[in-house]
């Protein structure tokens, strides 16, 4: 049931782009992805909920496969703030719940 | 920006103890959930809590555990026999819907530390 994330860790230098996939073996209604700082809570970035739905929060953005049950997340011009470890959580439909990855670390050099 | 509040920080108790972690959700935020994670971890779902009663739990949370609202504004999650293991960071969070259509606001956490 737990979602699968990968790569479980990404390295990068400032001004660089990643993605962060996160995978279902269950049908979804909804795709969350959160971030979270060494020591502090996770922090809510978007939630997808149609299939094939793109969206965008500065220069981060997710897009939804439905069919795939897949989602990805899109890093571009990576910033040092963006250093984090990097969860998505799902629910299938009629769920309350989320289920989270097991997190992707990235790490951002100057 | 309206927050999720949790305390105890920070709590250390011996094996065996009782503990109750409070949280007090955002206020017109009709869904509650309690997660833990245990260092550098998966965040694990433990229970979620809705119209006052729980709505779906975990296999972690078994009879050891317990949630309450007991005034309206306040929610606990109490462990009533600690053992090792049940050493984590715990996260309150709530959220205005279902978390299934809706982003969850996450408190600071209590480090919860069993000796």
């Known amino acids: 049931q737990q979602p699968v994330q990968s790569p479980q860790a990404v390295i990068l230098r400032e001004g660089e782009d990643a993605v962060i996939n996160c995978s279902s073996s269950k049908a979804l209604y909804s795709v969350h992805w959160y971030r979270q700082k060494h020591g502090e809570a996770p922090v809510f970035l978007m939630i997808l909920l149609k299939g094939g739905e793109q969206k965008g929060h500065e220069k981060i953005s997710a897009s939804f496969n439905e069919k795939k049950q897949q989602s990805s997340l899109y890093l571009t011009a990576s910033q040092l703030s963006y250093s984090g470890t990097y969860f998505c959580?799902?629910?299938?439909?009629?769920?309350?719940?989320?289920?989270f990855g097991q997190g992707t670390r990235l790490t951002i050099n100057p | 920006e309206p927050e999720v509040t949790q305390t105890p920080s920070h709590q250390v108790t011996q094996m065996g103890q009782e503990v109750i972690l409070r949280c007090v959700p955002i206020?017109?935020?009709?869904?509650f959930y309690w997660y833990r994670q245990i260092l550098g971890q998966k965040v694990e779902f433990l229970v979620s809590f809705y119209n006052n009663e729980i709505s779906e739990k975990s296999e972690i949370f078994d009879d050891q555990f317990s949630v309450e609202r007991p005034d309206g504004s306040n929610f606990t999650l109490k462990i009533r026999s600690t053992k090792l293991e049940d050493s984590a960071m715990y996260f309150c969070?709530?959220?205005?819907?279902?978390?299934?259509?809706?982003?969850?606001?996450f408190g600071s956490g209590t480090r919860l530390t069993v000796v």
């Open positions: 969070a709530s959220s205005v819907t279902s978390g299934a259509n809706y982003g969850y606001t």
């Open positions: 959580g799902t629910a299938p439909q009629g769920a309350q719940k989320l289920v």
């Open positions: 206020s017109n935020h009709l869904y």
